[in-house]
């Protein structure tokens, strides 16, 4: 196994708080560094690590993780590695091609360094927001540079493993274009339909749903901070969004030619959900393998506080494992509904198990 | 009160046999009919009401709803009006001002008609999937003609009340516009981003985090259903999405000038991040009202039969209201991390009513 004793964290931020939480509760020593002195006390009450400057080793560290903002990070690293900071380095940035080109131009390492980026994000930002499990079960790229040695692989990636992500090796250029597809895609997406609702009446959001909350949620994120992730994917987003652009022309075409009467242009509306569809299913399930199909179960319940205890403990009774759950609230009324999801094979035992217990369960839906 | 004892609901799809059954829970006298023998059968296996045909009643019911395909709701509507079924009738379709067009075009009778428009989709069709609670808190727009008489708006509007609706009055044409905003183009967005990711490398999805999923959930609905909705309200929808390319355009003209150097073209990228933020925040909360800033508190529990159910027990002994609930899992380890919704002024009892009896609670984030 590899030696993971004693890892430097520099900037601690959301990422590079919550990996040092994470490595604390492994029993990794941690040494911090922010230049924001009000940051690095915060992480340090959290218990996140010593500061750096108060640490009494003189030797380098196993790894050091440099967590600043992208726009920052070469400079960083180049200044670690000439300090002599740790035996390896790696570092957060969400963009890898740019960063690395940047490091390169510094007269950086490219031996010790081995880019990272753990896809644990969230929409709030600052050390207060970190959490020791912002990385369980998610993947986390490293994109080591032709120059990387094997032993700086090892190192990052048992780093990641120990946070709890999912390491997945990756050339930095394909992690570009995957995350302008699988992150930044999504993000500004989200944002231009966001930004139509600026112009609706009041009314016209009464009428919102589930929907447009789910498509919206993204836009809620920093416009500072990811600006700069944009702008740093530039060149494989702009391509992608021609993409999509094209996509949005055509299927404006066509509902105008099928408002003026030519209904086979609605095949072309329909190719586009088609592929829509197609394109989500390869989505993989939040699992990691293939996505599970789990069979929900709505159940009322009353919107009053141990109501949700009484059903955990029917189901319990049950000896059935609730996979997920989610609650609908009732505006006015006294009653709220649960969707418990279960392994299919689980949901007879459950639903039975529910009724017979006094539960108003709902018939399961059985087509998709 | 208005009188709602007796009503007739044709078309025993998913949102027809919603009514029915929330209807007859509500002790309403309900006649199902549908021109398809083996959906009519379920409907009324389910408990949705007895058929039409079987019915002894001879005089026409309260009020009839049109719950069928919206190519075929204006042939329907006459017929049943022409039959006399009903006193008072409205439909389910999800456009308006082309359904009132081409009814006024059949000649029906547009005093007792009021079109309405319940927003309780779910990405599952069919009678199986239907359920009383589908309407519970969700908005129902009620539309009426300018022809409607206030006895037919009164009916209809207490119809969406009995079956849990929020009935929300608006003109046709303001409705289509609603849903092209809060409805279609969030279908669409989700669509044109999902087709994105047939290109995609498999390695690219296994970066997908929660963010794609959110974004990509609506493209999972049928296309050929979607197809109808979209090409029905064809103009208003066209002229958002040339919105939204317009939009999209600057933002890949900006990223290209940003590539080549431009660092002010960078304030473009940040103003349509800007306007989306401001955007989301103009839709209103779960509940209807402005949206409650309920605080999440992260709890680690044992991935295993009844412990979320111990977890809720804990929660209930600090008589504290979970709003919301969801559960993240961590692939390959023994435990999961609940994120608990709560009223901000609930959270530290909450919180320190969890750590007292030994749960691992993590410090919840104090800024936005």
């Not at 009324?333 to 529910?354: M, T, Y």
């Amino acid at each position: 196994m590899t030696r993971l004793d004693r890892v430097v964290v520099i900037g601690t931020g959301l990422i590079g708080t919550s990996i040092a939480l994470a490595l604390r509760h492994e029993g990794v020593e941690v040494c911090l560094h922010d230049r924001d002195d009000a940051s690095l006390r915060l992480a340090v009450a959290l218990g996140a690590g010593i500061p750096l400057a108060s640490s009494e080793h003189t030797g380098p560290a196993d790894v050091a993780i440099i967590a600043v903002p992208p726009a920052v990070a070469p400079a960083t690293l180049k200044s670690a590695q000439d300090e002599g900071v740790a035996e390896v380095y790696t570092d957060t940035a969400s963009v890898k091609t740019h960063l690395v080109r940047r490091a390169a131009a510094l007269g950086c390492d490219m031996t010790t360094f081995v880019p990272g980026h753990p896809m644990g994000g969230r929409e709030r930002t600052g050390p207060a927001a970190a959490q020791a499990d912002l990385f369980l079960g998610r993947p986390w790229a490293l994109c080591p540079t032709p120059d990387s040695t094997p032993h700086s692989l090892a190192v990052v990636d048992e780093l990641a493993r120990r946070c709890g992500g999912r390491p997945i090796v990756m050339d930095a250029h394909d992690h570009d274009q995957a995350v302008a597809l699988v992150s930044h895609l999504p993000h500004a997406i989200s944002a231009a339909m966001s930004a139509r609702l600026l112009g609706a009446g009041s009314h016209s959001l009464d009428l919102s749903g589930q929907g447009v909350r789910d498509v919206s949620r993204l836009a809620g994120g920093s416009p500072a901070m990811w600006t700069e992730i944009l702008v740093q994917n530039a060149e494989p987003l702009a391509s992608v969004f021609d993409a999509v652009i094209d996509d949005l022309h055509t299927l404006a075409q066509a509902l105008r030619k099928v408002s003026a009467g030519d209904d086979p242009s609605a095949d072309v509306v329909r190719d586009l959900l088609e592929r829509g569809r197609a394109g989500r299913e390869l989505i993989p399930g939040k699992h990691g393998g293939p996505a599970t199909d789990y069979v929900v179960l709505p159940v009322v319940i009353p919107d009053e506080p141990g109501a949700l205890a009484r059903l955990f403990s029917a189901a319990q009774e049950s000896n059935v494992n609730i996979e997920d759950v989610s609650l609908d609230h009732s505006p006015g009324l006294p009653v709220a509904v649960a969707h418990l999801s279960v392994h299919p094979d689980s949901l007879a035992s459950l639903s039975e198990g529910l009724a017979k217990r006094g539960w108003m369960v709902h018939t399961p839906p059985s087509d998709r």
